[in-house]
């Protein structure tokens, strides 16, 4: 992909982020998103049919930018998930996303959208383990849906407990819920 264009996609990634910390998803209009980003509206609508495409785009990179990086952490040398502490403070910088949509009609599209995010990163991270072929689907499902119901429950506390505490608690139950060698 051309640099320009990866650079212009960032920008309105950037401007989306910066808004969804402002305002409830249904008050973001594309006109907005082109003013945060001083980008032209012809613009956007030349990368993106919609604001929920460009939602996509976001999320994507969420993704990349929670690759993981820590080699204290992984499955095959801690039993712990990689991505774990960078989810964990990405959600804690961006609860007031969540917040903002609390009671709007985007509340459910954001929790499927972190419910999304959060399997993604967990299967890829499984796929990429010596427990590939020994997780069972039920498993990772469950591993899933526990990691978005305390994400859910500590961004309805305000955080206010450490990321460095629910990442122990977190890599507690992974750590028993991964197959014996």
Known sequence: MDRRVQETQKKMVGALRVLMQRYP????TVATICQESSIARSTFYSHFDTKDDLMQLSL????????????????????????????????????????????????????????????????NEVQASRYADSVHHSDLLFMCGGLGAIA???????????VASVVAVIDDLIERAMPRE
Not at 25 to 28: F, G, L
Not at 152 to 161: A, F, L, M, N, Q
Request: proline fraction near 3%; charge should be negative.
């Open 25 to 28: 998803w249904d008050a973001i």
């Open 60 to 123: 994507e990179y969420l993704a990349t930018e929670l690759a993981p990086v820590d080699t204290r952490r992984g499955l095959d040398s801690a039993r712990s998930l990689k991505f774990l502490p960078a989810l964990l403070d990405h959600i804690k910088d961006h609860r007031l996303i969540v917040v903002k949509n609390v009671d709007t009609a985007a509340a459910s599209m954001i929790q499927k959208n972190i419910a999304k995010t959060i399997e993604g990163l967990v299967y």
């Open 152 to 162: 859910e429950k500590w961004i309805g506390d305000e955080c206010r407990e450490s």
